[in-house]
């Protein structure tokens, strides 16, 4: 059976890792697909496309990735959306970061719901810790120019 890597804005020592990690799963020919940051007004995914083309024609029946925060997804349905359309060409996706990619599409759609509710409560999480800093902050510096001064 053939694999595919992708990566986007790895770098090299994290493409060798990825591609180490999939030969010891006995896999011997390796395509690799490899995007990076775009510029402006270039959609940075050129490789992705490719990826897909490349499963239509069932040119291998794996593709790993580190995580699927380096597919760069801009909604979270769209990280589904690209694992679903992956199992529609007959290729298993496989997320080093993210195990359950590669599951069942009903339980990988039970899985995908608690790992965007999670996502959404840990940027909550953030947000909360960002406002109590900036709020800890903006009271420190109401306390200081209060403070009477010794000249």
Not at 8 to 30: H, M, P, S
Not at 67 to 96: A, T, W
Not at 134 to 150: E, G, V
Request: charged share 30%.
């Amino acid at each position: 059976m053939k694999a595919a890597i992708y990566v986007k804005d790895a770098d090299e020592e994290q493409v060798a890792n990825l591609r180490a990690w999939v030969a010891l799963k006995g896999f011997t020919e390796i395509m690799e697909y490899r995007d990076a940051t775009p510029l402006p007004r270039h959609s940075g995914k050129k490789e992705l496309g490719r990826l897909f083309r490349d499963a239509e024609q069932h040119k291998f029946d794996f593709v790993f990735i580190i995580s699927l925060k380096n597919i760069d997804c801009e909604y979270p349905m769209h990280f589904l959306i690209v694992i679903l359309g992956l199992k529609e060409r007959g290729v298993r996706l496989i997320s080093r970061a993210e195990p359950w990619t590669d599951m069942s599409i009903e339980d990988m759609q039970m899985v995908f719901l608690a790992y965007c509710l999670h996502d959404k409560e840990v940027d909550e999480m953030s947000m909360r810790s960002m406002a109590a800093k900036a709020r800890a902050k903006k009271k420190k510096k109401t306390n200081d120019d209060s403070a009477p001064s010794n000249v």
